[in-house]
């Protein structure tokens, strides 16, 4: 018999209590107007969207914290902060 989580599923069915793909935190960072996920909040890509989008005139969202199954489906992988992950389709 498998486990449950505190959601009531299969663990490993779970997006919010399984474990996150090799090389993704459990914890992600995101903004509102971005397309990427982010392992550090403090990401030297996800610094320079902010820099661009400020230069730009355009509005700046808050970093916010996320877990990774919510942000794994929509968005993409940092590609400074995940190094090397594959996102597969």
Not at 1 to 27: R, T, V, Y
Not at 30 to 38: Q, R
Request: hydrophobic share 30%; charged share 15%.
């Amino acid at each position: 018999m498998s486990e449950l989580c505190i959601h009531e599923l299969q663990l490993n069915q779970c997006s919010h209590c399984k474990q996150p793909p090799n090389g993704i935190n459990k914890i992600v960072y995101i903004t509102a107007g971005g397309t990427s996920f982010h392992n550090i909040p403090y990401c030297a890509t996800l610094k320079s969207g902010q820099d661009e989008a400020e230069a730009l005139g355009l509005e700046t969202h808050p970093i916010n914290p996320i877990g990774w199954a919510e942000a794994f489906n929509s968005r993409k992988a940092c590609r400074h902060c995940c190094p090397g992950f594959q996102k597969k389709n």
